[in-house]
């Protein structure tokens, strides 16, 4: 496994941007498929994006295609989620998570809170 601590979280009005990033420990970051998850208040986490590890082929939720961008650099362990007009009903906790490929997530950030205002 291997560790994740996320960042870049806020308040922002709608239409704004933020950018997360989610640092990992461990010297075998670029073999990892990273995802970013969210949880909204009341409901269940749902799948966001992900990128695998050194192709970076990526793959979104239907309800950020076009919005949400995500990427990685292997020579500083890191992923980032770019959100760019974001809208109220992004408003959740964004988190972290790292899987071997082929495999499901088994390694998971702390979480960072996103608010979107209307």
């Known amino acids: 496994q291997v560790q994740l601590v996320e960042s870049g979280g806020g308040l922002v009005q709608a239409g704004g941007s933020l950018r997360l990033s989610c640092v990992a420990s461990g010297r075998t970051f670029s073999s990892y498929v990273m995802g970013w998850f969210r949880q909204a208040p009341g409901k269940e986490r749902e799948f966001v994006a992900e990128?695998?590890?050194?192709?970076?082929?990526?793959r979104y939720a239907d309800s950020v295609k076009g919005r949400f961008t995500i990427s990685r650099d292997n020579a500083k362990n890191t992923v980032f989620l770019q959100m760019n007009s974001l809208k109220p009903e992004d408003t959740a906790v964004y988190y972290c998570?790292?899987?071997?490929?082929?495999?499901?997530?088994?390694?998971w950030g702390q979480g960072t809170q996103v608010t979107v205002s209307a």
């Open positions: 990128i695998t590890g050194s192709v970076g082929v990526t």
């Open positions: 998570a790292a899987r071997p490929s082929g495999r499901s997530y088994t390694s």
